[in-house]
């Protein structure tokens, strides 16, 4: 005895299955503009985000000159959430150490 597809459709749509649930994803569109950031290392960028990349394990500044693939990335709001996310600092451009603002 076969259910077949429209019987499975209606089940899953009666108990309202849908993978999006935990894992919220961010606005995409603010990724893409973090992401391009990244990618023109810009510096006023620098203490709005951080991000990890997941295959190294580490979380950098946005003008960071390690170039990761997109799709190994993830942003965070604070180095907080980075660390909390268990990822350690770069150091190559130090995101645990606060900014100094005028100074190069
Ligand atoms: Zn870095």
Not at 3 to 21: F, K, N, P, S, V
Not at 51 to 69: A, D, E, F, K, Q
Request: proline share 6%; hydrophobic share 30%.
């Amino acid at each position: 005895m076969e259910i077949g597809w429209r019987g499975r459709a209606l089940a899953a749509h009666m108990t309202g299955q849908d993978e999006r649930c935990d894992m919220v994803p961010q606005q995409p569109e603010q990724d893409a503009e973090r992401w391009q950031a990244v990618l023109s290392r810009d510096r006023g960028a620098n203490g709005r985000f951080w991000y990890g990349v997941v295959t190294t394990g580490i979380y950098c500044r946005p003008h960071c000159p390690s170039r990761p693939r997109r799709e190994n990335v993830r942003f965070f709001n604070t180095r907080e959430s980075a660390r909390v996310a268990g990822l350690r600092a770069c150091k190559r451009c130090q995101p645990d150490k606060e900014h100094v603002h005028g100074k190069s």
